[in-house]
């Protein structure tokens, strides 16, 4: 393989295992049906009553999506981490724009199929952050992110009650799910189509 063979074949391996990563992501916060299940299953939504947890919930999902501002959400300190996730979110549309290009150009059956196999078994490696999600969540995942306590809520935080601690291990549990479930879909329907052709 040739040096601009290898550059093709890694940015074909990171670009696919970068969109088939934020394409079901972009399905947890930019829509608001995952985080209004969450509340069935923490019992933080009926603190401040169901509906204010709803309404607190889509619009959260309208200025993620940038169709909305945060009127509900009432703290300043709190605002300013969400306006901080909302540009992450925003670099990782342009991202997945970037990488769905990169696929487009460097498609090879043979290498996307053999890709999705091994990123498959990596995202189902990642299952062993959930029994250590809490140290995981604080002391990695934030502090490398962000290079500021901004993303610690309290009581006076909507977050605070939409979306806790647990609402983000299931959700990383989901996406670890999905991703795992796309990537193997692609292999085995790659596989089929040579068998096919065979």
Known sequence: MTGLNKIKGIAL???LLYLTFYIPMTLTFYFPQWMEINCEWHNRCEVIGNERAITGINELASYFRHQGELD???TQKE???LKEVRGLFD???FVGLISL???LLTYNRKRVSRYALINAVIIIALLVVLPFFGTFWRDVFHPLLFDNDLWKNNKYDLSFYIMP??????TVALLILLCFS???AIWLGLRRKKKLKS
Do not use: T
């Open 13 to 15: 391996f990171i670009s």
């Open 182 to 184: 796309i990537n193997i």
């Open 72 to 74: 509900g959400f009432l």
């Open 165 to 170: 601690r647990q609402f983000f291990k299931y």
């Open 79 to 81: 605002k300013l981490h």
């Open 101 to 103: 290009v990169i696929i």
């Open 91 to 93: 670099k990782m549309f």
